[in-house]
Structure formats: structure tokens, C-alpha cells
């Protein structure tokens, strides 16, 4: 998957990040560039704090009381924190996909038109052209479009994500945040998002973070493998699965921790 | 082996027979009601004005009354509760000043009736000047139910998974966006189903009442929300307490007790089939 030629430019900048909630400090000043249209994957044992990064690049710890942050993180080269900065603008352009798929009940057009509905598209013909297309980049088209108006939660578990990943797409982001996407899947489900992920690279910058160590080798270009908060490593992924630097990424891959 | 197995069934026998205790309890006072009220209950005791202190005649402006003041405590009640249980559960930061409101809100929840009514007394017949009327009953009823309607909304609330807020604002939507149409829409159901509970119990009270709005005796309907009104419970507590001639009194007396129960159950099934219809809807 990953090619020994240079990377295109950093989409995101991380430097010197160290995040806390309330006393306790999940992450240690990380610096790391994620390049555009590539597939950054974060690994690491339960409690490194690859989630807590993988949410502070769209502020969803925000939401979080008692929390706070040092250093920057810069997408496009602007600071996110930037104090004029909307976080529903920064939202827009960062897509998250979470964990256990979060289909709202609602219908399967009205997930997707969730998003732009939120940002003012109201016409009906512009909505139906943008849930469609973002469910046909997700996969799912073929399989829903003869049932627009049923439950979401009728769906499958592996379609309500790939679900998911249409209302993230459906905003218009250029960059995508994956936090375990296909942990609570099934095998099949599983490669079907994989798939998806690699045809999604082409138009977008994606983060991924994933438990599974074969699934970060499968489709990431990069990986940066955190311990404790720190990031201990972070290369190309072959370079890193094949030949780590580090000792302890060399343990936590081949299985002796985590 | 077998001391341990009889012991077991023993305690399980104990545990069944007191459970049939509060069952046959319960069973008992509503069947005593509907043995001795059911004769009095004709269609002109639920649509005449009474007469002879309640003793003859029917109790339509009690019902009128009590109706009158559930209807006020809901209006009231309802959207002050909801307010704060949405401020509590979705904005507030859980700090000292929260910890100090939810302490505030279970003392209220232990303030005897009589408090209440002796509260709404001084603040609004007289401080605000309503008088005995069904606007202090309604406000003082309110007061009354809040912490329950507060409490049962907030566990409404709590119930709409964080997953669902969170699928809203990684799109975008801002705060208030996400509460009203992607949580709200979902704990309305629970929320009002116990805030209806909590005002069902209120339509039984009597001290709160007693101070506020309740007449003894007025045959007539209200005209507005500053008049005095006739209350099932209120009612109930003067016929059988009031009264030189006890055995007359008693037909009208059971009469009135079946009503307010029939009332409060019928309140009860309403909220009972709110929830009943929107459980099976949601399953996160």
C-alpha cells in the first residue's frame, strides 16, 4: 500500500500538542504532519490517547468538561483554536465517524440530509442530489435507494456505518476522522469499509484509529503508534510494520503488550 | 444441600407473600371505594350542582375545579420543569453551583404538603395579591411537582444516548441545534409521561389546595382564573370531617372518592399509554 515516494503536503499540523482532563494528561506534546489525500492510521494499547488526538483535530473534547490544551494544531496551515475560529465552520470541513454506528432514528434520507440541513440547504432537489451523492460514495446506494423513507435503524450494522460515513460525507468535508470505525462490525462489514476507505483517499485526508493491528497495515499510508500519551513512532506504515526504530513499537506490533 | 434448597424456597415464600400483602392492600381499598361509591355515581351526581352542604345533589364543579387546577399545574409546571431539566442535563457544567441546585431541587421534593399550601398562601394569595383563586392553586400545585417533573425529565434526557449528540455536532450542528432536534424530539415522550404522573398525584392533594383556591361550598363554575373553586379532595375532607350527620354524608362521600380515584387512575393510563407508544419506537 504505501509507496516509497514523497508525500504530498501536510493537510494537518499537530505541534507540540499535550491535551488534559482536568489533573490528568492524556497526551505529552505530539507533533506529528498528516499528509493530504493519505491515510494516517494512530495505534496503540487502550488509554494512549490516539482517540483524545484523533478528537482534538475537530474539537470534539470540547464538549468535555474541565479540559485544556498547550501547543497548536494547524489544518490547511490555520489554527483550529484560533480564537475566531467557529467550531461548527471547523466541523464542516472535519468529518467524524465514530466507533458504534450512531444512525439517528430518523429515515435514511433524513441522516443524510442531516448535515446540510444544519448548514441551511433547504431545497428538496439539492438535498436529494447531495444524499445521493454522498451515499453512492459510500457504497450504500444501490442497497437503500428503493427505501429512502424507512427507519435508519432497520439498516444492518455494517450498512448503518457505511451510513454514517455518507452523513459525514454529505457536509462537504475534506478531511475524515475515523475513531475504530469497524470494531463493533463483522468480518464482512469489515473489509467493506476497508475498501471504502481506500477509494475515499483519492478525495479525501483521512485519520483512522484502529486497535487492529492488520487493519492499520491493510489501509493506512502512514502510522504513528502513541503510548502513553506520547507518540512514540510515526513513519510510513510498511516501514513501521517491517523495520520499527523503536523497541517498544517493535513489542506492541509482534503482540508482547496491548 | 437440602437446607440450603429449603431455605431458599423459604425465603422466596416470604418474599411472594409480602409482595400479595401490598397487592391484596391495595386491592382492598379500591374495591371498599367501588362497592360503596358505585351506587352513588349517577349521571346527575357527575353533572349537578350539589346542594344542602354537599350532602344532596351532584359534584360537577368539583370536577369542574379539580380538572381546572390539573390543567393549571400542567401549564405551569411543565415547560418551568422541562426548562431546567434540559439546562441541567445538556448545559450546565457539573460543578458546586449544579451540585447545590440539584440539592435544592430534592429538598423541594420533601417539603410536606402542608408547606407548600401554607408557601403559596403568603406568596401569592397575599404578596401577590391572587386571592383564594385558581391561579394561587395552579402556581402553588406547580411548586409542588417541579422536582418531580424535573427529575423524570432529566432522566428522559439522560436516557437519548451520547452517541446521538455527538453524531450531531461532528456535523456541525451547533448546541442548541443538536437538543432540539436530535435529543428532545426523543425524551419528549418519557418527559411527559412523568410529568403527567407527577401532576395525577397532585389532583389528589389537599393541603396545598386548602389555602389557595379551595371552596367548602360553591355551587356554581368558576369565570376566571381568580375565583374560588370546589375540589374533589377538598370535598372528600368536608364531607367526612365536616359534617354533624356522619351516615349522611357517606353515600356522596364514597361517591366523591371513587370519582377522584377513577380521575387519578384515568390521568395514571394516559401517561401509561404515552410511554407504551413510544417505547417500542426508539431502541438505540
Not at chain 2, 362521600?253 to 393510563?269: E, P
Request: hydrophobic share 45%.
Amino acid at each position: 500500500m504505501t509507496q516509497n515516494v514523497p508525500h504530498p503536503p501536510a493537510k494537518i499540523e499537530i505541534k507540540d500538542f499535550s491535551f488534559f482532563y482536568g489533573a490528568t494528561q492524556a497526551l505529552h506534546s505530539v507533533s506529528m504532519d498528516m499528509p493530504q489525500n493519505r491515510v494516517t492510521a494512530l495505534i496503540g494499547p487502550s488509554g494512549c490517547g490516539k482517540s483524545t488526538l484523533l478528537r482534538s483535530i475537530n474539537r470534539m473534547n470540547d464538549i468535555i468538561d474541565g479540559v485544556r490544551h498547550e501547543g497548536d494544531i494547524l489544518i490547511d496551515s490555520d489554527d483550529i483554536h484560533r480564537k475566531s475560529m467557529h467550531v461548527d465552520d471547523l466541523r464542516k470541513r472535519v468529518g467524524m465517524v465514530f466507533q458504534k454506528p450512531n444512525p439517528f432514528p430518523k429515515t435514511i434520507f433524513d441522516n443524510v440530509a442531516y448535515g446540510p440541513r444544519v448548514h441551511g440547504v433547504k431545497a428538496r432537489g439539492e438535498l436529494a442530489d447531495l444524499v445521493e451523492k454522498s451515499l453512492k460514495r459510500a457504497a450504500l446506494w444501490d442497497e437503500v435507494k428503493d427505501r429512502m423513507n424507512q427507519s435508519a435503524l432497520s439498516l444492518s450494522g455494517g450498512q448503518q456505518q457505511r451510513l454514517c460515513i455518507a452523513r459525514a460525507l454529505a457536509v462537504g468535508p475534506d478531511i475524515l476522522l475515523m475513531d475504530e470505525p469497524t470494531s463493533a462490525l463483522d468480518p464482512r462489514s469489515t473489509s467493506w469499509i476497508e475498501d471504502l476507505i481506500d477509494s475515499l483517499r483519492s478525495d479525501y485526508t483521512i485519520v483512522i484509529v484502529t486497535h487492529n493491528m492488520q487493519q492499520a497495515s491493510r489501509v493506512s499510508d502512514l502510522t504513528g503508534f502513541l503510548y502513553e500519551g506520547k507518540l512514540v513512532e510515526f513513519g510510513d506504515t510498511t516501514q513501521l510494520f517491517v523495520s520499527p526504530k523503536m523497541k517498544q513499537t517493535e513489542d506492541y506490533i509482534t503482540g508482547r503488550f496491548g | 444441600m437440602r437446607t440450603v434448597n429449603q431455605r431458599d424456597r423459604m425465603a422466596e415464600w416470604c418474599m411472594r407473600a409480602l409482595t400479595y400483602t401490598i397487592v391484596a392492600a391495595v386491592a382492598y381499598i379500591i374495591l371498599h371505594i367501588v362497592v360503596n361509591g358505585a351506587p352513588a355515581l349517577t349521571w346527575g351526581f357527575l353533572t349537578e350542582m350539589p346542594r344542602n352542604s354537599g350532602l344532596a345533589g351532584g359534584i360537577y364543579p368539583a370536577i369542574v375545579g379539580t380538572g381546572m387546577l390539573v390543567f393549571g399545574t400542567m401549564i405551569v409546571a411543565l415547560p418551568l420543569g422541562m426548562a431546567c431539566a434540559i439546562y441541567l442535563s445538556e448545559y450546565a457544567t457539573q460543578n458546586r453551583l449544579t451540585g447545590f441546585i440539584r440539592l435544592a431541587i430534592a429538598t423541594l421534593a420533601g417539603v410536606p404538603s402542608i408547606v407548600f399550601g401554607l408557601f403559596g398562601l403568603g406568596l401569592f394569595v397575599i404578596f401577590f395579591n391572587f386571592g383564594s383563586s385558581i391561579l394561587a392553586g395552579s402556581l402553588t400545585l406547580a411548586c409542588m411537582v417541579l422536582p418531580t417533573v424535573i427529575v423524570a425529565s432529566e432522566e428522559s434526557l439522560r436516557a437519548v444516548p451520547r452517541s446521538q449528540r455527538e453524531g450531531s455536532l461532528a456535523l456541525g450542528a451547533s448546541k442548541w441545534y443538536t437538543v432540539s432536534r436530535n435529543v428532545l424530539p426523543y425524551a419528549v415522550p418519557g418527559m411527559v409521561t412523568g410529568s403527567v404522573l407527577a401532576v395525577g398525584r397532585a389532583a389528589g392533594e389537599t393541603a396545598p389546595i386548602l389555602l389557595t383556591v379551595a371552596a367548602s361550598f360553591l355551587p356554581r363554575l368558576p369565570q376566571t382564573v381568580y375565583d374560588q373553586v370546589m375540589a374533589l379532595p377538598y370535598h372528600l375532607y368536608i364531607l367526612a370531617t365536616q359534617n354533624p350527620d356522619a351516615a349522611a354524608a357517606r353515600p356522596n362521600q364514597y361517591g366523591t372518592a371513587l370519582v377522584l380515584l377513577l380521575l387519578v387512575l384515568g390521568v395514571n393510563l394516559a401517561a401509561i399509554l404515552i410511554r407504551y407508544r413510544f417505547r417500542k419506537k426508539y431502541q438505540w
